[in-house]
């Protein structure tokens, strides 16, 4: 069974960074594209940063410049680097990825974590 699993979220002030990680486990013969997404009380789930797995990237216009999306192959896990964060960037933050294991080629998501930035 493939896991997406997340940590690294939490409360910083504004100007602050954070790291937010994801694992993927199970039976994974490949991972595709990774990407974190995010989604504010009341509002819709929206694409913050992707990356393919030749490490090509592209990102939110708003996060652009402040985070770094990267990933490690060999670990499986895609990491989002957020710096100079702001009020606006508090969400729940999810993890996506496209996984091709025993059960096909499907999509996963991750539980989510927390992010707050108090001003």
């Known amino acids: 069974q493939v896991q997406l699993v997340e940590s690294g979220g939490g409360l910083v002030q504004a100007g602050g960074s954070l790291r937010l990680s994801c694992a993927a486990s199970?039976?994974?013969?490949?991972?595709?594209?990774m990407a974190w997404y995010r989604q504010a009380p009341g509002k819709q789930r929206e694409l913050v940063a992707g990356?393919?797995?030749?490490?090509?990237?592209n990102y939110l216009d708003s996060v652009k410049g402040r985070f770094i999306i990267s990933r490690d192959n060999a670990k499986a896990t895609v990491y989002l680097q957020m710096n100079s964060l702001r009020p606006e960037d508090t969400a729940v933050y999810y993890c996506?990825?496209?996984?091709?294991?025993?059960?096909?080629?499907?999509?996963?998501w991750g539980q989510g974590t927390q992010v707050t930035v108090s001003s």
């Open positions: 996506n990825a496209e996984i091709r294991s025993i059960a096909g080629s499907n999509d996963y």
């Open positions: 199970g039976f994974i013969f490949s991972i595709n594209h």
């Open positions: 990356i393919t797995r030749d490490s090509r990237t």
